[in-house]
């Protein structure tokens, strides 16, 4: 069955300080890989995903991600954090065999301290 | 182009009434989702739809149903809330097909639910 697990529940990280968010996946095939970031009582927005092609892939705002196969992993990293970057981050694998469903992680919440 | 939108934003039930909630999208997409998010838990998948007038089970389907009479719209209908219906509710939708790089899932802005 397809999963995805984000570690870390909650980070905390100085404003310029580096990032890196954890993502671990179970899917058979090739998986479709994509990080979306929340902010407070908004909806999902779209970072960056990766399918095919170089892993490592860039996204809006400044934010990269790596997908390494031999290790199930698709960590999201940012070298500089911004005040803004706060919210919450969630990792997610599709699955084109069952209606292109969607597996979340059960997210990531950032808090930049000045 | 309004992308995906939910009506309504905010509603507040009793125990054992009933409502629904509305999906519509204006892209033309085939797959049309329904998630919840609850603290700590993520977004779970309620049902979807590969298309107008089917629709599937997904992770966590039990006290809800769901229609697809129109290939923009999605309705989720509650028939009798329960306090454990609390939580957000998002609509995603999809072009449809096997997924291509160029695909993205939208979200709508979502519905906030509580069930007293």
């Known amino acids: 069955a397809q999963s995805v697990t984000q570690p870390d529940i909650h980070i905390t990280v100085s404003e310029g300080a580096s990032l890196e968010l954890r993502c671990n996946y179970s899917y058979g095939a090739t998986p479709y890989l994509f990080w979306y970031v929340q902010s407070p009582g908004q909806g999902l927005q779209l970072l960056l995903k990766?399918?095919?092609?170089?892993?490592l892939v860039q996204g809006i705002k400044g934010f990269e991600a790596e997908f390494k196969r031999s290790q199930s992993s698709f960590n999201l990293r940012k070298p500089s954090v911004h005040w803004s970057d706060a919210a919450e981050y969630f990792c997610?694998?599709?699955?084109?065999?069952?209606?292109?469903?969607?597996?979340f992680g059960t997210g990531t919440s950032l808090t930049v301290i000045p | 182009n309004a992308g995906v939108t939910q009506t309504p934003k905010f509603r507040v039930l009793k125990t054992g009434q009933s409502m629904t909630l509305l999906c519509a999208q204006d892209m033309n997409h085939e797959y049309m989702y329904w998630y919840r998010q609850d603290p700590g838990m993520g977004l779970r998948l309620i049902h979807y739809s590969v298309g107008e007038g089917t629709t599937a089970k997904g992770e966590v389907p039990d006290g809800y149903n769901v229609s697809r009479l129109k290939k923009q719209n999605f309705l989720l209908g509650l028939e009798s809330a329960a306090p454990s219906q609390t939580s957000v509710y998002f609509c995603?939708?999809?072009?449809?097909?096997?997924?291509?790089?160029?695909?993205?899932?939208?979200f709508g802005p979502g519905t906030r639910l509580t069930v007293l």
């Open positions: 990766y399918f095919s092609g170089d892993t």
């Open positions: 995603a939708s999809i072009v449809g097909g096997v997924i291509h790089s160029t695909d993205t899932q939208y």
């Open positions: 997610a694998v599709g699955a084109s065999h069952t209606g292109n469903q969607f597996y």
